[in-house]
């Protein structure tokens, strides 16, 4: 009996004189949603309009009374088409069936949403954001949520782009919460100046930047170091040619020192000789 219904509303729609309009613009949340309802030929006064959708697939609207004056409303737009506004779009709104029924006609179409038709921002930046240093391994780690599409994320790290991976992601009836991650063996950022990262959402761009003090001081910490090292090492090559020169003056002393009484001794010896010569001619 279920399926005979389902197989005689299917023809009954086959044969409709009603078309039902899905809006062809983009679909965002918070905002309005329009509805056309157009019949092939006039609708005579005698004739209801009906509206049902929704995500209970429940009666919205019968000749022009909602079940919700601030979240629906129904206008005649000519003798032949009519309009649902659906305020105030939200997630529940989404991915439903909706129909217009005009006397006994019908149509009946699914409100699908992708990437063409819908677009949600995160509500915030992004949660959970991490950044740190592990065993010489950069990880940087991050969750968007409430989005649609699926963003595809990257980090720019010194001008170089790197894509971050998708290490998690929940969805509800539409919108997702969707958590990135990296590793890197080097920094993603210089010291001083944030992180900064690019996710396409759809045909939109959403800049996250962050700044990490700590990743800067341990920079800070690393070239202090460098160069601490550095002085270290000049100094001390320093005191060493400094102490080779002064080995090398006081060696070169003594070498003179004993060249200087080797010749002493020498003249000395001359001086006896000459003296003892001189006075040998003079006794002779």
């Known amino acids: 009996m279920h399926i005979t219904f389902i197989f005689m509303f299917l023809i009954q729609i086959a044969k409709s004189k009603v078309l039902l309009e899905l ?3 983009m679909i965002e949340l918070g905002k309005g949603l329009k509805l056309k309802c ?26 022009g009374i909602t079940i919700d004056s601030l979240k629906y409303k129904e206008e005649i737009k000519s003798s032949t088409t009519y309009e649902l ?13 909706y129909a217009c029924r005009i006397g006994f006609d019908i149509d009946q179409k699914i409100l699908n949403v992708n990437k063409d038709n819908f677009i949600h921002m995160p509500d915030i930046n992004a949660t ?10 950069y990880r940087l780690s991050f969750e968007l949520h409430k989005v649609y599409p699926k963003p595809v994320c990257m980090v720019i790290s010194n001008g170089a782009i790197q894509n971050l991976t998708v290490t998690d992601e929940v969805k509800s009836r539409v919108l997702l919460n969707v958590t990135y991650g990296i590793e890197s063996d080097e920094p993603l950022h210089k010291c001083f100046e944030p992180i900064t990262i690019e996710c396409l959402i759809g045909r939109r761009t959403h800049t996250i930047t962050t700044e990490n003090t700590f ?12 160069i601490l090292t550095s002085s270290i090492a000049i100094s001390l090559a320093f005191v060493i040619i400094l102490l080779m020169l002064i080995v090398s003056a006081i060696c070169f002393w003594k070498r003179s020192m004993t060249r200087c009484g080797n010749i002493y001794v020498q003249v000395r010896r001359n001086d006896i000789i000459l003296w003892q010569t001189a006075k040998l001619k003079i006794v002779y």
Do not use: A, F
Request: charged share 30%.
């Open 23 to 25: 809006p062809d613009h």
């Open 38 to 63: 157009k019949s092939l030929q006039d609708i005579s006064s005698h004739q209801s309009r009906q509206w049902r959708g929704g995500e209970d697939n429940k009666l919205l609207c019968y000749d």
């Open 85 to 97: 506004t659906v305020e105030k779009v939200s997630e529940s709104d989404l991915q439903c069936p």
């Open 128 to 137: 959970n954001l991490i950044y740190e240093q592990q065993n010489g391994t």
């Open 215 to 226: 990743e800067c001081k341990t920079s800070q910490q690393t070239e202090e170091s460098g």
